[in-house]
């Protein structure tokens, strides 16, 4: 049943996602090619919480624990916030950027799904699911500023080299943008420190350490220390505005690359 | 009856031929009252601004409206015959009256398309019309219409949206840098006229801190007091009191460079021959700002900031010419959608001028009702007169008879009357019916309003009610559309 609620959801942001590449450098006043996107896009919403409510029941925990449902849930939480974004700033141009990614991230999950090993039994637990799930929530927030610091960087050029066209009316204004990244690093930062801690208490009842480096592990720690930096370097460097979306975009890549990157570079296979 | 309009604009005479037409704001319901004392019109609406100067009327045949109307501006123009303004004149009758009135209204006719002043005139046309009664019924109707067709042109279409002008042109930049001006500090650098404008623009965007250096502190100072005169006096519209006050501060002009390191938008316009703003200066204060960015627009010839400049991160710098490609951009958008708008005139103008036709029955119908029912009373009255025993609701019930045998008879003419009406010209019908009925002949069409009995449906100007859309088909069966 989830599998079903799933592939619809997946169809959803498809749609939506399409919608709204043709909505991004079109001409004046198309209402109705936005509220089809964004109505695709809510349609899909409602379906993946729906198979995410049917998986938590099926499996009696919250689904985030395979990197199959971290994908899902990463996309379900992006949508999400992009919802709420649209419903508070009526950035409705960020869905040209959201929804394309959530669609990308739910089509890996799928990938993902049939080759998802079943878990160690002695992985399972409230501590693995804290930690995957405040992972994958620091991951949007910074995918928030990712996408943010894509739409400066195109915007910045746009008015550098002066091409007054469709896509420089329809992306908001640079402060904006940086606003959105320094948001997304704000949100996130918390939320990886937290999950990072939780990570290490785990690790200690499992396997009885805190810390191992390993590859996965030291990519992490780096990417918090990137941000940490970024956080501070805004305040006292001025590693805003052009500079500020260059590393928001870079620190996001990062980010898509502890979480599966590394598992794939080097075939490791203990996904935590 | 006809809807007509005649006038001049931009597009048909120069501007020494249009001065001499133009009204004032006060002279207007002196010209309304002219126009229709004349008797050439029912109704008159006179449009002025620096662009166009029309006479909007009602006339009984539009051939006398647009003899009388062409003698009213050769009047105004000193010339004793019309012969010389007639090449400068446009003389348009019936729907395509309707259309153009739809057109200037919605800026669709501008010589700058989609600018917002020109609804604003042409509801103070309105006023003025109103407040010498020579708006009537049909004018009035049309004139409302014209505005709601305007705000739905405005709404639907992007016609009026982005900035036409180079001033405006510099804001709608700003606004793509600065999510929100009011926090922003600008410094207007030197004086050019064309700056300063910019600068105004940027303050009704919300600008709250303003800065002025030029090469003589006396000339940034007194333009400093100038303008917070200004805006004091001219920025406090009600339920905008609350608004932060602006400040205008005066720095002398070898200060400026520090001051740029807390100035957010730089408006430059000095004379220099060189200039004043170079790479090296601008890599330190964006530095000393910490990257916060900057907008800066050069509106001097020649110029007088470093092209270079614009190289520099998070420096936003443009020309004259920069911003002449975003209002030419912009304009070509507008042509684009005023296509839209022309659709949405279209339509409207055939709503309209299906209501329009169905006042030229308006005449005939009530005669005809008139004529009925005066047959219903006295026939059912001598009736009555041989039937001296009956009770009063027996009374009643016989005059009830006559008058509905006559509705009953009457509903299908009545109906076909204005279901024609809406849908071509009535006249033969008109005239069919009236010989039908043997119904007293129409007032001629040449007859001045001042001879139109006081009852007329149509009425002249000074009857008709200035603020309501009466409705014109009086006691309707079934108004509207057929089916």
Redesign the interface.
């Known amino acids: 049943m989830n599998v079903l609620y799933f592939e619809l959801a997946m169809t959803a942001y498809l749609i939506a996602a399409v919608l709204f590449l043709v909505y991004l450098p079109g001409s004046g006043r198309r209402e109705t090619l936005l509220a089809a996107a964004l109505g695709g896009t809510l349609a899909g919403f409602v379906f993946h919480t729906a198979a995410l409510t049917v998986r938590w029941r099926e499996l009696g925990g919250f689904p985030v624990t395979t990197a199959y449902e971290a994908a899902s849930f990463f996309s379900w939480t992006l949508i999400l916030v992009f919802l709420l974004f649209d419903f508070r700033l009526r950035i409705h141009v960020l869905g040209a950027f959201a929804v394309p990614l959530a669609f990308l991230s739910v089509f890996a999950a799928a990938l993902l799904r049939t080759s998802a090993a079943p878990l160690d039994p002695r992985l399972q637990g409230l501590g693995l699911t804290l930690h995957t799930s405040l992972m994958v929530l620091g991951a949007v927030a910074f995918c928030i500023s990712f996408l943010a610091g894509i739409m400066y960087v195109i915007q910045m050029r746009l008015l550098k080299s002066k091409h007054f066209g469709n896509l420089y009316a329809q992306l908001p204004p640079l402060e904006v943008c940086d606003a959105m990244i320094a948001r997304g690093v704000l949100g996130g930062f918390p939320l990886t420190t937290l999950g990072l801690l939780s990570g290490a208490i785990g690790a200690r009842y499992v396997w009885g350490h805190y810390w191992e480096w390993t590859p996965k592990e030291t990519v992490s720690l780096l990417v918090w220390g990137f941000y940490l930096l970024m956080l501070l370097g805004r305040y006292w460097l001025g590693m805003r505005a052009q500079r500020g979306a260059y590393l928001a975009i870079a620190g996001f890549l990062a980010v898509m690359l502890s979480f599966m990157g590394i598992d794939v570079v080097l075939g490791e296979h203990r996904h935590f | 009856m006809q809807l007509i309009v005649v006038g001049l604009s931009h597009k048909t005479a120069p501007v020494e031929v249009r001065e001499r037409l133009a009204l004032g704001a006060e002279a207007l319901p002196e010209a309304c009252r002219q126009l229709t004392g004349d008797g050439a019109v029912r109704e008159a609406m006179v449009l002025s601004t620096c662009n166009r100067v029309e006479v909007y009327a009602v006339a009984d045949t539009a051939e006398d409206g647009f003899s009388g109307i062409s003698e009213f501006f050769a009047r105004r123009a000193g010339d004793t015959t019309p012969a010389h303004l007639l090449p400068h004149l446009y003389h348009y009758p019936g729907n395509d009256a309707i259309g153009h009135m739809f057109r200037v209204a919605s800026s669709l006719d501008s010589m700058v398309l989609g600018e917002p002043q020109i609804l604003g005139q042409f509801k103070d046309a309105f006023e003025a019309a109103l407040s010498c009664r020579s708006s009537g019924m049909v004018l009035n109707k049309v004139v409302k219409k014209a505005i709601s067709v305007a705000k739905r042109v405005r709404t ?3 016609v009026a949206q ?1 900035a036409v002008s180079v001033s405006y042109a510099a804001v709608e ?1 700003a ?6 001006v009011s926090r922003e500090r600008v410094m207007l650098l030197g004086a050019g006229e064309m700056a300063e404008l910019a600068l105004r623009h940027l303050i009704s965007a919300g600008v709250r801190d303003v800065v002025i250096s030029t090469r003589t502190l006396e000339n940034a100072q007194s333009l400093a007091t100038r303008l917070s005169a200004e805006i004091g006096t001219s920025s406090r519209k009600p339920g905008e009191a609350d608004a932060e006050p602006v400040t205008v501060r005066a720095v002398p002009f070898d200060a400026f460079p520090t001051e740029l390191v807390e100035t957010d938008i730089v408006i430059c316009s000095t004379g220099a021959p060189d200039y004043v703003i170079g790479r090296d200066l601008m890599t330190r204060t964006i ?1 000393a ?5 900057m907008f800066l627009i050069d509106i001097s010839v020649p110029r007088n900031i470093a092209p270079d400049v ?1 190289r520099v ?2 420096v ?1 710098l ?1 020309d004259i010419d ?1 911003l002449q ?2 209002v030419e ?1 912009n304009l070509a ?1 507008r042509r ?2 005023a296509r839209k708008a022309e659709r949405i005139v279209d339509e409207e103008v055939d709503s309209t001028a299906r209501w329009l036709r169905t006042l030229d029955v308006v005449p005939t119908i009530t005669a005809l009702r008139e004529h009925a029912d005066a047959i219903a009373r006295s026939e059912a009255e001598r009736v009555l007169g041989k039937l001296p025993n009956l009770s009063e609701k027996e009374r009643e019930l016989v005059r009830g008879l006559a008058a509905s045998i006559i509705n009953k008879l009457l509903h299908n003419p009545l109906t076909s009357l204005r279901r024609e009406a809406q849908d071509r010209d009535s006249q033969e019908m008109v005239e069919i019916t009236r010989k039908l009925f043997a119904l007293p002949e129409r007032q001629a069409p040449t007859e001045t309003p001042a001879d139109a009995p006081p009852d007329s449906p149509v009425g002249n100007a000074a009857d008709s009610p200035p603020d309501p859309l009466p409705d014109p088909l009086p006691r309707s069966a079934s108004r509207g559309r057929p089916r």
């Not at chain 2, 700002?289 to 960015?293: G, L």
Request: hydrophobic share 20%; no cysteine; glycine share 0%.
């Open positions: 639907e279409t992007a982005s930049l606004l793509k840098v600065f999510s929100d530095r700002r910490k990257h916060r960015p614009n991160n998070d936003y443009y920069d490609q975003v951009s958008e684009e959608e």
